[in-house]
């Protein structure tokens, strides 16, 4: 099973600040991993597929980077809709498929 | 509108079942691989199962093998998830949720319901 392992577990910044989101696999999944975002009482919503393709409707904001086993998800100027919280998810070795164990970024 | 409808969450015994269903619209439901996904309250996502195209390709998380089963009716447009000798751990909300590229076995998912909560307590 590939574990995927989110740093930090809490992001505390300010809108307008930069965020950088860090997801690391147990095994290489080459670019196989995609970035989510969760809010209260809401499903999740697909920002990234594939490392680094943004998902219909993702504003440019939101970019995916990485490969192999370290993968970053960056937020280049919170909006106060982004607080929440992010899961990364690999679908190369499935199954099972894994979710990291997510980042809340929160108002600082 | 493209969306999920889950339904079927209920309040259950330890050793009881349920069956969830999905009702699927907006789309061309039989060209999507469909998953469940679910959330324990407070905790994070799991991946619960998947189910191809026609319904003979299925894959389940460790957890729920060989105690849950999947199936799906193309003609009603609707997921089914079959859960039998629940746990305590099974206390959720399980998301229905396709996968983002038809006729694909590409699993990210790119539409979701809403959920539906099921409860297993003694």
């Known amino acids: 099973e590939v574990v995927l392992t989110q740093s930090p577990a809490t992001l505390s910044l300010s809108p307008g600040e930069r965020a950088t989101l860090s997801c690391r696999a147990s095994?290489?999944?080459?670019?196989?991993l995609a970035w989510y975002q969760q809010k209260p009482g809401q499903p999740p919503r697909l920002l990234i597929y594939?490392?680094?393709n943004r998902a219909t409707g993702i504003p440019a904001r939101f970019s995916g980077s990485g490969s192999g086993t370290d993968f970053t998800l960056t937020i280049s100027s919170l909006e106060p809709e982004d607080f929440a919280v992010y899961y990364c998810q690999q679908r190369v070795f499935w199954p099972p498929l894994t979710f990291g164990g997510g980042t809340k970024v929160e108002v600082k | 509108e493209v969306q999920l409808l889950e339904s079927g969450g209920d309040l259950v015994q330890p050793g009881g079942s349920l069956r969830l269903s999905c009702a699927a619209s907006?789309?061309?439901?039989?060209?999507?691989?469909m998953s469940w996904v679910r959330q324990a309250p407070g905790k994070g996502l799991e991946w619960v199962s998947s189910?191809?195209?026609?319904?003979?390709?299925?894959g389940y998380g460790d957890s729920v093998k060989g105690r849950f089963t999947i199936s799906r009716d193309n003609p009603k447009n609707t997921l089914y998830l079959q859960m039998n000798s629940l746990r305590a751990e099974d206390t959720a909300l399980y998301y229905c949720?396709?996968?983002?590229?038809?006729?694909?076995?590409?699993?990210?998912?790119?539409?979701w319901g809403q959920g539906t909560l099921v409860t297993v307590f003694s």
């Open positions: 095994q290489s999944i080459t670019n196989y």
């Open positions: 594939d490392a680094s």
């Open positions: 907006g789309f061309t439901y039989s060209n999507y691989a």
């Open positions: 189910i191809g195209l026609s319904g003979d390709n299925t």
């Open positions: 949720a396709r996968v983002g590229v038809p006729n694909s076995w590409d699993m990210w998912f790119d539409l």
